[in-house]
């Protein structure tokens, strides 16, 4: 059973749209990341939150933005979509403190392709 | 900056062989590490979580194993079945909490 849900499961949209890429959790988690993902493509970090309005950029330069708040809730937006934000998005979250032994939990992942 | 490595990076057995999987890490100073499955299109799934006092970890058909001062990791698939068949990463989280993955094995288990 899924801790970690993220909606839509698949988006085709046109470019120029709006669009918010939605992800929730029912663990408390305090850590919550969005990583993009290009097919058979190592993961790349575009955004993480700490906790309630905290947000950080990740290591891949990304047009989206996010905001943490809520604990549970950590939505992804793109203002402009465009061709190239064609891929696969993952949210994980993870308990603060990774020496306490905690790992991450993933969530079923957006396919978004921007025609 | 950390840096993970995965050996091989594809690997075809045919069914019932066990097999291991190879991550390396380059900075030992690391507080857990984590091998998760990813199925085409899918999203992670967790398989195995080693913290750094550890050195190995079980469940079902699956070890892993945790060797900090050398900087690497192996995952043992016993029996091996088609649907063990995906990718693997593993990943490892060091100073300030960030997470670094590996760039996967992909795995293809034969009838």
């Known amino acids: 059973e899924a801790d970690i849900y993220q909606t839509p499961r698949y988006l085709v949209i046109g470019t120029g749209k709006k669009i918010t890429l939605e992800c929730s959790q029912t663990m408390g988690h305090d850590k919550m990341y969005w990583y993009q993902q290009d097919p058979g493509m190592e993961l790349h970090l575009i955004h993480y939150s700490y906790g309630v309005n905290s947000t950080e950029k990740g290591d891949l330069s990304s047009e989206s933005t996010v905001s943490r708040i809520r604990t549970e809730h950590f939505p992804l937006t793109l203002e402009s979509a465009r061709p190239s934000h064609t891929s696969q998005y993952l949210c994980a979250s993870s308990e603060y403190g990774g020496q306490s032994g905690y790992g991450y939990t993933f969530g079923s992942g957006t396919r978004l392709t921007v025609v | 900056k950390q840096e993970v490595t995965q050996i091989p990076a594809a690997l075809s057995v045919p069914e019932g062989e066990n097999l291991v999987l190879n991550c390396s890490f380059t900075d030992s100073a690391i507080y857990n590490l984590q091998w998760f499955r990813q199925d085409p299109g899918k999203g992670l799934t967790s398989l195995l979580l080693?913290?750094?006092?550890?050195r190995e970890q079980t469940s079902g058909r699956l070890n892993a194993s945790l060797d900090k001062s050398s900087g690497r990791s192996t995952l043992y698939i016993a029996a091996s079945q088609p649907g063990d068949s995906a990718t693997y990463l593993c990943?490892?989280?060091?100073?300030?909490?960030?997470?670094?993955f590996g760039t996967g094995t992909s795995l293809t288990v034969i009838p």
């Open positions: 990943a490892v989280i060091g100073t300030g909490n960030q997470f670094y």
């Open positions: 080693i913290q750094s006092s550890q």
